[in-house]
């Protein structure tokens, strides 16, 4: 019976196997190379759009979806224009349930969205099922942190909820 290495060990006595020396030639001819990492923002696209269409596109799917509109107005400033905005872009293409918004100094200094009453009230209507998604100006509203970002996404998506932007990820 021959025994055999196990994946991804070298040859036998130690020496490096032809597959390591291969990897590692290929490694030393790339070194130079530039290496393009995607943009974080189409990734995050995509996934806000497959939400989307998720909900969108649903076999059951046999009524209006039940939105929230939701912004974020600067300390001061009224968010009446922005829900007059919301409430234009949602006309005739969703059932607009509630209306939250939080307010903060800065845009880019916001608290995380899970330290913020109105968006935790958002939260809770979806996971109560009184409504199937949320729209916003942009996803600065949510979070400009993409990470923080891409959490929130995926908490959508583990409640079968969306969100819809005016202003997409990629501007």
């Not at 409640?159 to 990820?169: A, G, K, T, Y």
């Amino acid at each position: 019976m021959t025994h055999l290495p196990p994946l991804g060990a070298t040859a036998a006595g130690g020496a490096p196997g032809w597959i390591d020396q291969d990897n590692e030639m290929t490694r030393w001819m790339n070194q130079a190379q530039h290496r393009v990492q995607p943009d974080p923002r189409l990734r995050l696209l995509r996934l806000r759009k497959n939400l989307l269409r998720t909900a969108v596109e649903g076999p059951s799917r046999t009524r209006t979806l039940r939105v929230i509109l939701y912004t974020l107005a600067i300390s001061n400033s009224d968010p009446e224009p922005d829900f007059a905005r919301l409430r234009t872009y949602a006309e005739g293409a969703w059932d607009v349930r509630h209306e939250f918004h939080d307010t903060a100094s800065r845009l880019d200094g916001a608290p995380a969205p899970q330290d913020r009453n109105g968006w935790l009230a958002v939260r809770l209507l979806l996971r109560q099922g009184a409504a199937d998604g949320v729209i916003a100006v942009s996803r600065d509203v949510i979070s400009p942190d993409d990470a923080q970002y891409e959490r929130e996404l995926l908490w959508f998506g583990d409640h079968f909820s969306f969100v819809d932007l005016i202003i997409p990820e990629s501007r």
